[in-house]
């Protein structure tokens, strides 16, 4: 493996100035890189106070960009993307030591971990209601809620906003590309609501329902009549949803989908697992997706 290093600079100008890099030459050659190349924004110090940098310190890492990355994690600058490509900070020396200590014992980096069955739900429904809507999602959806995540229009212009923004039908905010009204969303998704419902009459007697309207439009048109809805999740599967309550309580699909005898604290305990179980299960499909695509 060829050897690399990460490097630190120092100027006279400024002894809290410090320049860290790495690279895979000796840090001598980067050091007259930086101080003759005036493009740059170390060059342009140099041009300015008409001082050099020095070469402080380096170390021989395995890895350099995992190097530059621990460094910073070490430190109170641990945000490299808003440092755009800027990694000159005015910091005291002890970070900088405790961000080489930190490079010592690093090592390689470690492999990277799977992804909680849960990203891939949030990405594979993303997914579906970007359909047709000419925005593409770049990377995961790490949370449905208040998590951000970007999106690339079809005519390049990229952004990051919640996700849950675009999902409810929010398009590019440049050239308004994608923009819906979150019914047509609800509709081409194909959502819905997987419900629980119970009887005043009957007791110890349950009924699933299944229905791609709210629950408001359910309540309005008094879908399920006398049959109270005791427990209900948003779905965004509903189909598979159903699949997997039955599974969880045990019981077929009844003909008809009229009520079955259960414990009423089995059916809740259904509903708990519900939403992890259909994480799980798209997760798997997604991660098949995944390999056959490594393998092409
Ligand atoms: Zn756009």
Redesign the pocket.
Known sequence: MKPSYLYVLVHPSDPDLYKIGQTTRHPEQRLAAHNSNYEEYTGKIVKETGQKWELKTYIAVPDPYWAETVFWGATPFADIPFRQGIEVEKMEWEWVQAGLEAVKKAGVRPPPKPLPDYVYAYTAWMNKRLEGRDITLIGSVKSMVSGKATFR?????EWRTRSAYVAEGE???????GNREPEEIWQAAKLGYLVLLIHPDKPGFIKIGLTYNTLKQCYEGNVWEDWEVHRYRFVEEPVLAETLIWELLGQPLPNDREPIKIDLSLAEQAFRDLIPQLHHEIALVEKKKEDVLKTH
């Open positions: 229009c079809g005519k390049g212009h398009g590019c905010p440049q050239c308004g590309i």
